[in-house]
């Protein structure tokens, strides 16, 4: 029997992603986000949603772009520090030991030790009550070829981090399950 959780913010797993923009002053900046998701297929759009005390919404909003990089496994604590601290008073490029690159086609940095990267065009802004949703059209998306298989990335060799909201812990990517579209043939 299921139980009644009321509203809350359960959607497991959700991916752990790192907004990477410039300030007005063009210091680079990171976050970790984890209301991030593909939102549009035509033209290629991702969402995410950020409240507007935290210091990236201001730089979305001041630059009109940012990058959405995807963290291994190994950088969890890196990804985690991304999370703890404001970029208003820390430079956590710096304090992570990572390294901003300025992105080829957008006004945002990425972090070259991730090694998936998107790079978007600020293309709408939602108020919806506590956070802003960012719309950023994909632009460009840059892969690290090591994790390429058949010319897209491979889970197992990402080794995203996947989060769970309301227990706030951390999960890597658990064991492959077979093809999509293919499975559901078989019934």
């Not at 994909?138 to 909201?165: G, H, R, W």
């Amino acid at each position: 029997m299921l139980k009644s959780l009321g509203a809350r913010t359960i959607l497991y797993p959700t991916p752990v992603s790192v907004v990477g923009t410039y300030d007005k002053d063009g210091k680079p900046n990171v976050m970790t986000a984890a209301w991030v998701g593909i939102c549009c297929s035509r033209p290629p759009c991702i969402a995410v949603s950020l409240r507007k005390a935290t210091y990236t919404h201001g730089n979305i909003v001041e630059r009109g772009a940012f990058t959405i990089n995807t963290p291994s496994e190994k950088y969890v604590k890196e990804t985690d520090y991304f999370g703890l601290v404001s970029g208003r008073e820390a430079d956590k490029f710096s304090a992570a030991k990572l390294t901003p690159v300025r992105s080829d086609h957008v006004d945002a940095p990425y972090v070259k030790e991730f090694s998936l990267v998107l790079e978007c065009k600020l293309r709408h802004t939602i108020e919806i009550g506590l956070h802003t949703q960012f719309i950023g059209e994909i632009i460009d998306v840059k892969a690290d070829e090591a994790i390429l298989e058949n010319e897209l990335p491979d889970m197992k060799k990402l080794k995203p981090i996947l989060y769970a909201p309301e227990a706030r812990k951390y999960y890597g990517v658990g064991s492959y399950l077979g093809e999509a579209h293919s499975l559901g043939k078989k019934m």
